[in-house]
């Protein structure tokens, strides 16, 4: 079981552009990491508020990979999303669903499905083509490296002639996980550009953000 040595953000404390989000957690659970509210959820939800604003993702299909309590992806539809597509494993999906249930303001815009990065079926998203891709603190365990950039890229594939937009939160706790994880974007013909220190909502930065980009055809900005 993975753990930090601290958790910077609170639940109780958290909304978006007034609205107050629900979410719960089982940190003791050993079924997986999908069950724990992670910081890099928060600082995503809180960039994703200070990029776009009030209905700035309206007209917009939302994907969230890996979401694990769903707090980025809440967020997303907080800030307008026509559709949030909520994915993980199913042992995940039982609390996402119960979080998505205690936030009834937004859950008629939010859908849950299971999808597996060693066998990522883009039939699960039933013909919802994501303009934007929401990942928060995934990149943990090197073997999941390779899987989940594979994934991104059928994703990618899947949304054509859309370009799509794609943001990670993320915290380095292997170096090699790391080097492996931007290594393998690359080498999937995406570009990676860290967000510049303005760009974060004022006291939710302490998670890196990092904009991928599809090459050569999509400008990170």
Not at 5 to 15: G, M, T
Not at 23 to 48: C, H, M, Q
Not at 134 to 156: M, N, R
Request: glycine share 8%; aromatic share 8%.
């Amino acid at each position: 079981m993975l753990a930090l040595p601290w958790r910077k953000y609170s639940i109780h404390e958290y909304s978006i552009e007034g609205l107050k989000i629900n979410a719960v957690e089982t940190p003791n659970d050993s079924r997986g990491t999908g069950l724990i509210l992670w910081d890099g959820a928060f600082v995503l939800g809180k960039y994703l508020e200070k990029r776009y604003g009030q209905d700035g993702l309206r007209g917009r299909t939302v994907l969230e990979l890996g979401c694990g309590t769903g707090l980025a992806g809440l967020s997303a539809a907080a800030l307008g999303a026509d559709l949030v597509v909520l994915t993980d494993l199913e042992y995940a999906l039982e609390n996402t669903r119960a979080n998505v249930a205690v936030n009834p303001l937004l859950s008629s815009r939010i859908r849950c499905c299971e999808l597996d990065w060693f066998r990522p079926d883009m039939n699960v998203l039933e013909g919802a083509r994501p303009d934007v891709v929401l990942l928060a603190d995934v990149a943990w365990v090197t073997e999941l490296v390779v899987p989940l950039v594979k994934t991104i890229a059928a994703v990618c594939d899947y949304s054509k002639p859309k370009q799509v937009e794609i943001l990670l939160s993320h915290q380095t706790r292997s170096l090699r996980t790391d080097e492996l994880l931007f290594e393998q974007l690359r080498s999937h013909g995406f570009s990676v550009v860290k967000a510049a220190p303005d760009e974060y909502f004022d006291g939710y930065d302490g998670v890196n953000i990092y904009k991928v980009c599809s090459l050569p055809q999509q400008k990170c900005d």
